[in-house]
């Protein structure tokens, strides 16, 4: 086992696996910020934590295989060492970086078990004149176009439209019933 941890050092694989972390989790930090501000949808960044996730391993395999010298990329020189005990490195410098991406996107990944999908749609029932004056009722009509306007700004929220909420104007009815008649989550 201490053969594994001194051929470890001696091809530099702590140094990329800590320049790899570091610079992952900058990425995380840079596409956290920078995701929202260009609207991309969430998933976006969940795929590039497991594209970081996945190339953790393969990061420490090519810092395994290859040197960066003056002269360029070169083959890490091996030394004489049992044929066993240069497949049982490369077995656990792999199991290493497999077991390292997986406790960490344990973390940084929600759990799917637990994840459930919510339902982002309402319907703006028509308001009601509650005035003496019945000419004033387009005051109603406008709050309510104003309230459709502002929460169909909203890109993940599905807004029911004006005409398939007006039969249900001046119906004393069950909300939960005129929400599955309309298939949205809020009303």
Do not use: C
């Amino acid at each position: 086992m201490s053969g594994f941890f001194e051929e470890v050092k001696r091809r530099k694989v702590y140094r990329v696996a800590a320049a790899y972390i570091i610079g992952a989790g900058g990425t995380i930090q840079l596409a956290s910020a920078a995701f929202p501000a260009w609207e991309l949808p969430n998933w976006t960044l969940r795929l590039v934590i497991v594209l970081l996730l996945v190339g953790f391993p393969i990061a420490l395999i090519l810092a395994w295989a290859f040197d960066v010298t003056l002269q360029g990329i070169r083959a890490t020189p091996s030394v004489a060492a049992p044929r066993t005990h240069r497949r049982r490195n490369v077995i656990m410098l792999v199991a290493t970086g497999v077991i390292v991406s997986a406790i960490a996107g344990f973390f940084l990944l929600p759990r799917i078990s637990s994840a459930h999908k919510i339902d982002k749609s309402i319907a703006v029932l028509p308001f009601e004149n509650l005035s003496d004056e019945k000419e004033n009722a387009y005051f109603a009509d406008g709050i309510q176009d104003d309230v459709l306007t502002n929460l169909s700004k909203i890109g993940d929220l599905k807004v029911i439209s004006r005409t398939s909420v007006m039969p249900y104007r001046g119906k004393a009815s069950n909300v939960r019933e005129i929400a599955k008649a309309l298939g949205v989550a809020t009303i």
